[in-house]
């Protein structure tokens, strides 16, 4: 059998994702039954293409097409050719189409192979949810969801128990959850405790993930001491002076280091699919206080593993509370649990084989 991936933001979470993805499916014992191949494009600051062939499994095939995240009638057109130009050479038994952009050239270059096969299409956050585009785009994106899932057809495969409930709308949808290497992520794991409370996000600083409202967090709690992993081209939001930022950090090791040094995640999205940052702030035992809304929602249980909120003025009772060691101790190691329970990549990539084996 063979599985070809499609996916145009090879980057943050979905690289995690699809890295271990490839360790997954390139294992000797599952490549001797699937053939899988990866098609990506390189279009983001922080991928590196030599990083990609380091870090990923030999046992994948790994395939460059140029494709670009914004509307762009003339690249998309030739991106949708050179799809099909690679499907047509792979002749594969499935397509699995990974992210809103993939999801529409895919489906394209799937309909010009004029051959049928299993079509799968995993969301990872729909287009449709995104907050800084108009309601005229967000309308237009819903309508080209629901009209591609129409004529196209397919499964959709959601990474989440709320990006399923909104796929079901749209078309069939089963659900795979994300999940992560938890015991990687753990190997990185100290017992650690600053100062000065430290609060963290691990993300590129984009709209999707509000800077202006972790600024403005920052602003409202001087007291505490905030990081950012990562960079991104909304950097010049974060203005507060306790926010320090990293910068871009490929090095997978110094990035986990920063991130256990934290004393609680945090996680300001304005939408999401299922994000692999907080799970793997989870896994090293971080409470999580997050935005209430789809993804986070699905990952983080109120007052158990961290805290949901809608409003900056609920945060100081939450910080109030997670001031305290014991507390940030307890809750950190329900998160864990909660990863063992519903987010172990090995686990949760057994269920997309089963699926492709229906």
């Not at 994948?60 to 509307?71: C, P």
């Not at 999580?288 to 249980?301: F, P």
């Amino acid at each position: 059998m063979k599985v070809v991936h499609v996916i145009e933001a090879l980057g943050g979470g979905v690289y995690t994702y699809f890295r271990d993805l490839s360790t997954f499916f390139g294992d000797d014992e599952i490549n001797q039954n699937i053939e899988t191949t990866i098609i990506y494009s390189g279009n983001r600051k922080e991928i590196d293409a030599q990083k990609i062939k380091s870090e990923f499994s030999d046992g994948v095939k790994l395939i460059q097409v140029n494709m670009v995240r914004e509307l762009s009638p003339f690249q998309d057109l030739k991106s949708a050719y050179n799809l099909t130009k690679e499907l047509k050479k792979i002749d594969p038994d499935i397509i699995h189409l990974h992210s809103s952009k993939a999801g529409v050239l895919g489906r394209v270059a799937y309909f010009f192979l004029f051959k049928k096969k299993k079509l799968y299409y995993t969301p990872h956050g729909y287009s449709f949810l995104r907050t800084d585009i108009s309601s005229t785009f967000r309308t237009i994106y819903w309508t080209i969801e629901k009209n591609f899932q129409r004529f196209f057809g397919g499964t959709i495969v959601a990474c989440g128990d709320t990006e399923q409930k909104i796929a079901q709308k749209l078309g069939p949808a089963k659900l795979v959850r994300n999940g992560i290497d938890i015991a990687s992520v753990q190997e990185h794991y100290k017992p650690h405790q600053n100062e000065k409370l430290t609060i963290g996000i691990m993300a590129r600083i984009t709209a999707a993930r509000n800077p202006e409202m972790f600024n403005q967090i920052a602003l409202k709690f001087p007291d505490f001491n905030f990081v950012w992993i990562g960079d991104g081209e909304l950097r010049h939001l974060i203005t507060a002076p306790n926010i320090r930022i990293t910068g871009w950090i490929l090095n997978r090791k110094t990035v986990l280091k920063e991130l256990n040094n934290i004393d609680i995640y945090m996680q300001t999205s304005l939408w999401e699919g299922l994000p692999i940052a907080v799970l793997e702030a989870m896994a090293l035992q971080k409470p999580v206080i997050a935005t209430n809304i789809i993804g986070n929602k699905d990952a983080i249980l109120h007052n158990k593993t961290g805290f949901l909120f809608t409003d900056i003025s609920e945060l100081d009772g939450f910080f109030e509370t997670l001031k305290n060691p014991e507390t940030r101790a307890e809750f950190g190691e329900n998160a864990l649990a909660r990863c063992h329970d519903l987010f172990d990549k090995n686990q949760n990539f057994k269920q997309l084989l089963a699926l492709y084996q229906e």
